[in-house]
């Protein structure tokens, strides 16, 4: 299977809010499918922000939404905040692999 | 709070077969998926492989015939080797905890996954 498809790059002044899409097919990112989403930032490892579509671990802030809408799931970040500037991935489960989107780095201008 | 600690070569030579070890701290082995995630320097995250704790393997089809993951419960560890490496193997390599279920009815039913817990990384370069 192919990788999840992201763009590679979204930008966005303090305040404001951005998403971020993760494209795939009915195999991956389809109904009853979960999208999980994880950042990293610079030489640290990723952490994971969204699970099961919509959910956000304990400690996750609440600016960090998840959605999905037949296959293409997305990423919201409201009131972007510099810390916010970070690499951003997608991933999914298909059959018996484990699929990530190729990321998008966010860029707080 | 469950830990990982990856462990690995650092350096090695072309054609060598790495090995890699994850230590899960804090929590138990059983009872969860483990995986293996690799990142080429400036690059994004490739999938390597899983392990559940009952032995069930899954791997990227397209490192299959080079990888095999394992499992020791005892030392609440699990092991990466990647054989005949080359240079394009150069990353960093990650572990995590995967948290697998399913979901749907009686028709259609499909696992997912997600990795809520990664270690801290180690990097493997392959030069001659």
């Known amino acids: 299977q192919s990788a999840l498809t992201q763009p590679a790059s979204v930008s966005g002044s303090p305040g404001q809010s951005i998403t971020i899409s993760c494209t795939g097919t009915?195999?991956?990112?389809?109904?009853?499918?979960?999208v999980s989403w994880y950042q990293q930032h610079p030489a640290t490892a990723p952490e994971l922000i969204i699970y099961?579509?919509?959910k956000r671990p304990s400690g996750v802030s609440s600016r960090f939404s998840g959605s999905k809408s037949g296959t293409t799931a997305s990423l919201t970040i409201s009131g972007l905040q510099p810390e916010d500037e970070a690499d951003y991935y997608c991933?999914?489960?298909?059959?018996?692999?484990?699929?990530f989107g190729g990321g998008t780095k966010v860029t707080v201008l | 709070q469950v830990q990982l600690q990856e462990s690995g070569p650092g350096l090695v030579k072309p054609s060598e077969t790495p090995s890699l070890t994850c230590t899960v701290s804090?929590?138990?082995?059983?009872?969860?998926?483990w995986s293996w995630i690799r990142q080429p320097l400036g690059k994004g995250l490739e999938w390597i492989a899983s392990?559940?704790?009952?032995?069930?393997?899954n791997y990227n089809p397209s490192l299959r015939s080079r990888v095999s993951i394992s499992l020791d419960s005892s030392k609440n560890q699990f092991s990466l080797k990647l054989r005949s490496v080359t240079a394009a193997d150069t990353a960093v390599f990650y572990c995590?905890?995967?948290?697998?279920?399913?979901?749907?009815?009686?028709?259609?039913?499909?696992?997912?996954?997600?990795?809520?817990?990664w270690g801290q990384g180690t990097t493997v370069i392959v030069s001659s």
């Open positions: 995590a905890r995967e948290i697998r279920r399913g979901s749907g009815n009686y028709a259609s039913f499909f696992y997912y996954n997600y990795l809520d817990v």
């Open positions: 804090g929590g138990s082995i059983s009872g969860y998926y």
């Open positions: 392990i559940s704790y009952g032995g069930d393997t």
């Open positions: 009915s195999s991956d990112v389809g109904t009853y499918k979960r």
């Open positions: 099961e579509d919509t």
């Open positions: 991933c999914s489960f298909a059959t018996t692999n484990t699929l």
